[in-house]
């Protein structure tokens, strides 16, 4: 099933990888602060909501992790987050200082 993918360069689509990046880059597959994309929770392809900030999450794009090294949006690829791996840490990056 091909995806139409222009959602990706649509001014929507920036606009709101931009608010999802401001309120944090904590990467939603590994879980270290630094990302600097936003992916679908779950993939379009799959069902999920293009536009939708609760189905859309901060991710390190192609230069991948600078903490764990990980490539996280393409190990992610076009699988849901429930079927990644995710890496769990000694530190919360969630919380604040």
Same mark, same amino acid.
């Given at each position: 099933?091909?995806?139409?993918?222009?959602?990706?360069?649509?001014?929507?689509?920036?606009?709101?990888? +931009?608010? !999802?990046?401001?309120?944090?880059?904590?990467? &939603?597959?590994?879980?270290?602060?630094? =990302?600097?994309?936003? @992916?679908?929770?779950?993939?379009?392809?799959?069902?999920?909501?293009?536009?939708?900030?609760?189905?859309? +999450?901060? !991710?390190?794009?192609?230069?991948?992790?600078? &903490?764990?090294?990980?490539?996280?949006? =393409?190990?992610?690829? @076009?699988?849901?987050?429930?079927?990644?791996?995710?890496?769990?840490?000694?530190?919360?990056?969630?919380?604040?200082?």
């Amino acid at each position: 099933m091909a995806t139409d993918r222009s959602e990706l360069t649509s001014y929507q689509w920036r606009q709101l990888r +931009a608010r !999802i990046l401001a309120a944090s880059d904590v990467c &939603v597959v590994c879980g270290h602060g630094g =990302s600097d994309t936003a @992916d679908h929770l779950v993939p379009v392809s799959k069902g999920g909501a293009r536009l939708d900030p609760a189905n859309v +999450a901060p !991710i390190h794009g192609v230069n991948g992790c600078p &903490v764990c090294l990980r490539k996280c949006n =393409s190990e992610k690829s @076009d699988r849901p987050l429930s079927d990644v791996v995710q890496l769990h840490t000694s530190v919360d990056w969630f919380a604040g200082p």
